[in-house]
């Protein structure tokens, strides 16, 4: 908000410097973005009269004037402009002075004779016709009005002022105005604040003989006053208005239109006058558009409406965008002779989709969209028909039409000043926090303790204790805290067992040579599709996001695999000719649909690797290591999974019979589809099972074998469908006690062996705790063996 510091001066008595000024306002919360001195943009720069003008004896086109500057002696400049004459008052720049062009004017020779400065034109001035009649005409400027030779001309063009420029919050938009700022500034100076007191003559008549106002919508316009003014005398405003309205960067037009604008940046309040003769049928309806209703507005531009926006129609079409802008048809021009004049109050958020809308923004959607007070509508209309009665503008009609469905009755709080010092943490007397609300307008009164405040109707922002706290502070001053060392005991934090489980278990990946990555959770819809996935699978059940970011990123995700194969897919795109990635994160599985309640958020665990040196026994060797890490028991399964390779896939079931894994190579068809041209294999843990068994895991130290182990080869002849895990669990479970380590060496299957029969090969340590074993004893132990396994089908190969 820009704010012109004599403007300010009109209801403030400020008596410090800008600098001053501007360092109060920042510590009361209103920053301060920018400080112009217009006095700085011009210097020795006077008002000047043509006393005596002669043709210079050697050059045909200039001109030697004698110059009336203020001083003792007239001065003699040169010229070459030919819109001069004697007795015209003009700008001159004298020796060394400064233009707002940048020229720096010095004295000097032309053409032999002295010329001590140099006559200026509107342009060199940097002034538009708006700025001063006459600044855009070919030519050096010729002023207005009988200013006194010597005169400065910052003091003609209204350029001894300072524009400040005040960051206004969203929760105070009783600040987007002249007064707003005026009162701020009086608190915190601890002024008198004088705001202006309307009152007018007014011509007689009844309102309602010349307009009949309508609103259809109380909600989406709370208040709407009207009032008419007849025998309209259109001029230009006077220069006190002009320069005012010229500090906020307002164009000058007409002193009705200007009298609206000045009347929105003093009070905040937007207002807009209809030419009445233009009001068809004489009546003012606000209601809603109709859908593909045309209006064009003031700035020549047409609208095609809806029905969710606000307008002000007469009898038969628009006038006016609620809060926005107004119509070509009923604009104020040099032949209106009668007006209507509007203050009023729309819902914010219905300005605001309105502008967005038609692409509109203005000064007053700006102020409508921010809150406008109820209240203010009539002060505002008050105030305009004093200026339109102080400059003689029109003939004020009696009567106003205010047209509401109940205005809002005052608000109370009431608060214990001990309250707002204990949440403040200072010490603020009881009296200088009386006397802070009521200079705020808030008006306070206490009475044992107790501080009753009555919220004036443009401080919405205040709603309880915190928010008069926060008033008396940013008031009383923030010096008044005081540092004081932080008390209390210290509570080291820790990581939740989650959060440890899921470091060990990156740290176990990471020291096998795969890198951690980290994918969006929303995934693509057509997800299962991709995976083949049947039409009843649990992870088609998918929760859709509102407002997702993309077709690509539409649902949470149930699975992992979709996003570690894109990941795969696009590093091999890369030519980067091997991989292993990992991905701790978590899926999202609704407890019905549609949702009730929030869906279960389970952490998972993706692997992925491709290369030369990479297949199936790989990733299940990285597996067994996670498995073996967090001492979770378990075995390897057939598995189904269709977006795997059938003869080279497997689930991982726990003893308990819970499936928490599945692993195994992308088939073919599944990597065709991600753009994977080789061989890749994935895999899929739930990692709840596996934090859970860690916890449960108890480490047992033993003490290193005395005596020496005996090693058994065994090759075995198995039906080839037979897992090797199941003849494994055989021998363990045959001989426990004296069984120390199984382990595979060689799987066969062809020439020698019958057809769907295979040959396994296992190596068997046998070790007792207290002897050294028999021979005897280990053949028995084999014996036990080979019992065991011929219960399942598996004998010894011959």
Same mark, same amino acid.
């Given at each position: 908000?820009?704010?012109?510091?004599?403007?300010?001066?009109?209801?403030?008595?400020?008596?410090?410097?800008?600098?001053?000024?501007?360092?109060?306002?920042?510590?009361?919360?209103?920053?301060?973005?920018?400080?112009?001195?217009?006095?700085?943009?011009?210097?020795?720069?006077?008002?000047?009269?043509?006393?005596?003008?002669?043709?210079?004896?050697?050059?045909?086109?200039?001109?030697?004037?004698?110059?009336?500057?203020?001083?003792?002696?007239?001065?003699?400049?040169?010229?070459?402009?030919?819109?001069?004459?004697?007795?015209?008052?003009?700008?001159?720049?004298?020796?060394?002075?400064?233009?707002?062009?940048?020229?720096?004017?010095?004295?000097?020779?032309?053409?032999?004779?002295?010329?001590?400065?140099?006559?200026?034109?509107?342009?060199?001035?940097?002034?538009?016709?708006?700025?001063?009649?006459?600044?855009?005409?070919?030519?050096?400027?010729?002023?207005?009005?009988?200013?006194?030779?010597?005169?400065?001309?910052?003091?003609?063009?209204?350029?001894?002022?300072?524009?400040?420029?005040?960051?206004?919050?969203?929760?105070?938009?009783?600040?987007?105005?002249?007064?707003?700022?005026?009162?701020?500034?009086?608190?915190?100076?601890?002024?008198?604040?004088?705001?202006?007191?309307?009152?007018?003559?007014?011509?007689?008549?009844?309102?309602?003989?010349?307009?009949?106002?309508?609103?259809?919508?109380?909600?989406?316009?709370?208040?709407?006053?009207?009032?008419?003014?007849?025998?309209?005398?259109?001029?230009?405003?006077?220069?006190?208005?002009?320069? +005012? #309205?010229? !500090?906020?960067?307002?164009?000058?037009?007409?002193? %009705?239109? @200007?009298? *609206?604008?000045?009347?929105? $940046? =003093?009070?905040?309040?937007?207002?807009?006058?209809?030419?009445?003769?233009?009001?068809?049928?004489?009546?003012?309806?606000?209601?809603?558009?109709?859908?593909?209703?045309?209006?064009?507005?003031?700035?020549?531009?047409?609208?095609?409406?809806?029905?969710?926006?606000?307008?002000?129609?007469?009898?038969?079409?628009?006038? +006016? #965008?609620? !809060?926005?802008?107004?119509?070509?048809?009923?604009? %104020?021009? @040099?032949? *209106?002779?009668?007006?209507? $004049? =509007?203050?009023?109050?729309?819902?914010?958020?219905?300005?605001?989709?309105?502008?967005?809308?038609?692409?509109?923004?203005?000064?007053?959607?700006?102020?409508?969209?921010?809150?406008?007070?109820?209240?203010?509508?009539?002060?505002?209309?008050?105030?305009?028909?004093?200026?339109?009665?102080?400059?003689?503008?029109?003939?004020?009609?009696? !009567?106003?039409?205010?047209?509401?469905?109940?205005?809002?009755?005052?608000? *109370?709080?009431?608060?214990?000043?001990?309250?707002?010092?204990?949440?403040?943490?200072?010490?603020?007397?009881?009296?200088?926090?009386?006397?802070?609300?009521?200079?705020?307008?808030?008006?306070t009164t206490l009475e044992n303790g107790m501080l009753t405040c009555v919220i004036p109707s443009f401080r919405d922002d205040i709603e309880s204790r915190a928010?008069?706290?926060?008033?008396?502070?940013?008031?009383?001053?923030?010096?008044?805290?005081?540092?004081?060392?932080?008390?209390?005991?210290?509570?080291?934090?820790?990581?939740?067992?989650?959060?440890?489980?899921?470091?060990?278990?990156?740290?176990?990946?990471?020291?096998?040579?795969?890198?951690?990555?980290?994918?969006?959770?929303?995934?693509?819809?057509?997800?299962?599709?991709?995976?083949?996935?049947?039409?009843?699978?649990?992870?088609?059940?998918?929760?859709?996001?509102?407002?997702?970011?993309?077709?690509?990123?539409?649902?949470?995700r149930t699975q992992l695999i979709t996003s570690m194969l894109t990941v795969l897919a696009t590093n091999a795109s890369r030519k980067i000719p091997a991989a292993?990635?990992?991905?701790?994160?978590?899926?999202?599985?609704?407890?019905?649909?549609?949702?009730?309640?929030?869906?279960?958020?389970?952490?998972?665990?993706?692997?992925?690797?491709?290369?030369?040196?990479?297949?199936?026994?790989?990733?299940?060797?990285?597996?067994?290591?996670?498995?073996?890490?967090?001492?979770?028991?378990?075995?390897?399964?057939?598995?189904?999974?269709?977006?795997?390779?059938?003869?080279?896939?497997?689930?991982?079931?726990?003893?308990?019979?819970?499936?928490?894994?599945?692993?195994?190579?992308?088939?073919p068809l599944t990597a065709e589809g991600f753009g994977l041209d080789g061989r890749a294999y994935v895999a899929e843990l739930r990692l709840r099972p596996v934090?859970?068994?860690?916890?449960?895991?108890?480490?047992?130290?033993?003490?290193?074998?005395?005596?020496?182990?005996?090693?058994?080869?065994?090759?075995?002849?198995?039906?080839?469908?037979?897992?090797?895990?199941?003849?494994?669990?055989?021998?363990?479970?045959?001989?426990?006690?004296?069984?120390?380590?199984?382990?595979?060496?060689?799987?066969?299957?062809?020439?020698?062996?019958?057809?769907?029969?295979?040959?396994?090969?296992?190596?068997?340590?046998?070790?007792?705790?207290?002897?050294?074993?028999?021979?005897?004893?280990?053949?028995?132990?084999?014996?036990?063996?080979?019992?065991?396994?011929?219960?399942?089908?598996?004998?010894?190969?011959?």
């Open positions: 908000m820009k704010v012109s510091l004599s403007w300010l001066k009109r209801y403030v008595d400020i008596d410090v410097s800008v600098e001053e000024l501007c360092d109060k306002m920042t510590m009361s919360g209103f920053e301060v973005e920018g400080v112009e001195d217009l006095s700085k943009s011009m210097n020795n720069v006077v008002a000047a009269r043509i006393l005596k003008m002669e043709k210079h004896p050697d050059a045909d086109k200039l001109t030697v004037c004698q110059m009336d500057v203020g001083g003792e002696e007239p001065i003699q400049i040169i010229t070459g402009a030919d819109n001069i004459f004697e007795g015209a008052l003009v700008p001159a720049a004298l020796h060394d002075s400064h233009l707002p062009n940048g020229a720096h004017i010095k004295k000097g020779k032309l053409r032999g004779l002295p010329s001590n400065g140099m006559m200026c034109s509107g342009e060199e001035l940097c002034l538009k016709e708006g700025d001063y009649p006459g600044a855009e005409v070919y030519g050096i400027l010729i002023l207005q009005g009988d200013w006194k030779p010597g005169t400065d001309m910052r003091e003609i063009l209204g350029l001894n002022d300072v524009i400040i420029d005040f960051s206004i919050l969203s929760n105070r938009p009783d600040c987007n105005s002249v007064l707003g700022i005026a009162r701020e500034v009086a608190v915190v100076l601890g002024k008198e604040f004088h705001p202006p007191v309307p009152s007018y003559k007014t011509a007689g008549g009844d309102v309602n003989e010349h307009i009949a106002v309508t609103v259809e919508d109380y909600d989406l316009c709370p208040r709407y006053v009207g009032r008419v003014v007849k025998n309209l005398r259109i001029a230009p405003s006077p220069e006190w208005m002009k320069q +005012c #309205l010229k !500090g906020a960067g307002v164009r000058s037009i007409n002193n %009705i239109v @200007d009298i *609206t604008n000045f009347v929105m $940046l =003093e009070t905040g309040q937007p207002m807009h006058a209809f030419d009445l003769n233009h009001v068809k049928g004489h009546q003012i309806i606000v209601r809603h558009a109709k859908d593909s209703e045309p209006m064009t507005t003031l700035d020549g531009k047409d609208h095609i409406l809806s029905s969710e926006m606000l307008v002000i129609a007469d009898a038969e079409n628009p006038s +006016c #965008l609620a !809060g926005i802008m107004g119509g070509l048809d009923s604009e %104020i021009e @040099d032949t *209106t002779t009668d007006l209507f $004049l =509007e203050s009023a109050k729309f819902r914010r958020d219905n300005v605001r989709r309105t502008a967005r809308s038609l692409g509109m923004r203005t000064e007053s959607s700006a102020r409508f969209e921010k809150g406008v007070d109820v209240m203010g509508t009539a002060f505002a209309m008050d105030r305009a028909l004093q200026l339109i009665d102080e400059l003689d503008c029109g003939d004020i009609i009696d !009567g106003v039409i205010d047209r509401n469905n109940g205005l809002p009755q005052p608000r *109370t709080l009431t608060v214990a000043a001990a309250d707002v010092c204990a949440l403040l943490g200072v010490p603020v007397p009881e009296e200088t926090i009386v006397d802070i609300l009521n200079r705020l307008e808030i008006a928010d008069l706290s926060e008033e008396v502070m940013r008031i009383y001053g923030y010096e008044h805290i005081v540092s004081t060392p932080m008390t209390g005991t210290v509570i080291r934090g820790r990581k939740l067992p989650e959060r440890v489980h899921g470091d060990t278990l990156k740290k176990l990946l990471c020291a096998q040579g795969m890198r951690e990555i980290s994918t969006y959770s929303f995934i693509s819809a057509k997800a299962p599709d991709q995976l083949s996935l049947p039409e009843d699978d649990w992870r088609r059940q998918t929760v859709a996001l509102l407002n997702p970011l993309g077709e690509e990123y539409a649902v949470m292993r990635f990992f991905e701790v994160g978590k899926l999202f599985l609704p407890k019905s649909l549609p949702l009730t309640e929030q869906p279960d958020e389970v952490p998972a665990l993706s692997l992925g690797l491709y290369g030369e040196s990479e297949d199936f026994f790989t990733l299940k060797g990285i597996v067994e290591s996670i498995l073996s890490r967090f001492g979770v028991k378990a075995s390897f399964t057939r598995s189904s999974e269709p977006w795997l390779h059938p003869g080279r896939q497997a689930a991982v079931v726990t003893d308990a019979g819970e499936q928490i894994a599945v692993l195994g190579e992308v088939h934090y859970a068994a860690v916890e449960q895991m108890k480490t047992i130290y033993q003490p290193l074998p005395k005596h020496p182990a005996s090693v058994r080869d065994l090759a075995l002849l198995a039906d080839a469908e037979l897992p090797v895990a199941e003849i494994e669990k055989a021998i363990s479970s045959a001989i426990p006690s004296v069984l120390e380590k199984v382990e595979l060496f060689d799987v066969y299957q062809g020439k020698q062996v019958p057809e769907g029969k295979k040959s396994v090969a296992y190596s068997i340590t046998l070790r007792a705790s207290d002897r050294t074993l028999t021979v005897e004893e280990c053949d028995n132990a084999v014996a036990k063996v080979m019992k065991a396994l011929e219960k399942i089908g598996v004998t010894l190969r011959q």
